[in-house]
């Protein structure tokens, strides 16, 4: 499950679509305390390519345009392609990891996992690429879907990636950067 100390909060921050949905646009006191913690404390964001597809789907839905902000900003970076081989020590390879969120959420979610998108099942293999190809010690996922939450959390628990790829629920997020901003 979701983190309730997230600290000391990671300094890789990977976004799901349900997170920038939540924390609303540039007028929100959320996106506010949001954008303040992350350009005041030097986190970098990531975005999944299925999260930018889903923001290219929702365009009209969700008021900033990530996308775009990706382009034109150095903290914000669209991750690359999964590379399913990739693991860093003895941990579970990206694609293993992948493939058993997704089982798992199919179940909690009771969808068949042929038509469930890998959206969610994907941020944790963007983080094991983070872990293996950056100087970042953990990775956050940040979202508001407690499903996949279960489904992320469940599967890292008890393997090298427990501590190191953190699934923390936005108002927890909220909350400890609204405390850290001062």
């Known amino acids: 499950m979701s983190e309730s100390h997230?600290?000391?909060?990671?300094?890789?921050?990977?976004?799901?679509?349900?997170?920038?949905?939540?924390?609303?646009?540039?007028?929100?006191?959320?996106y506010q305390t949001f954008i303040q913690y992350v350009q005041d404390k030097d986190r970098e964001l990531y975005l999944s390519r299925g999260v930018v597809e889903e923001l290219n789907e929702q365009r009209g839905y969700i008021s900033v345009d990530w996308v775009d902000r990706a382009d034109t900003t150095e903290w914000i970076t669209l991750a690359g392609e999964i590379q399913p081989g990739?693991?860093?020590?003895?941990?579970?390879?990206?694609?293993?990891?992948?493939?058993r969120v997704?089982?798992?959420?199919?179940?909690?979610?009771?969808?068949d996992p042929d038509e469930l998108r890998k959206t969610d099942s994907e941020l944790p293999a963007v983080g094991v690429m983070l872990l293996g190809s950056t100087s970042h010690d953990s990775v956050g996922i940040l979202m508001d879907d407690r499903n996949a939450e279960r489904a992320i959390s469940g599967v890292i628990e008890n393997s090298y990636y427990e501590?190191?790829?953190r699934v923390i629920d936005i108002w927890t997020a909220l909350e400890y950067m609204e405390s850290q901003n001062g």
């Open 6 to 30: 997230p600290s000391p909060f990671p300094t890789a921050l990977v976004l799901d679509t349900s997170f920038l949905r939540t924390i609303g646009g540039t007028g929100t006191d959320p």
């Open 86 to 99: 990739v693991r860093v020590h003895d941990g579970p390879r990206a694609g293993e990891l992948m493939d």
């Open 102 to 111: 997704h089982e798992r959420l199919a179940s909690f979610e009771q969808t």
């Open 163 to 165: 501590g190191r790829i």
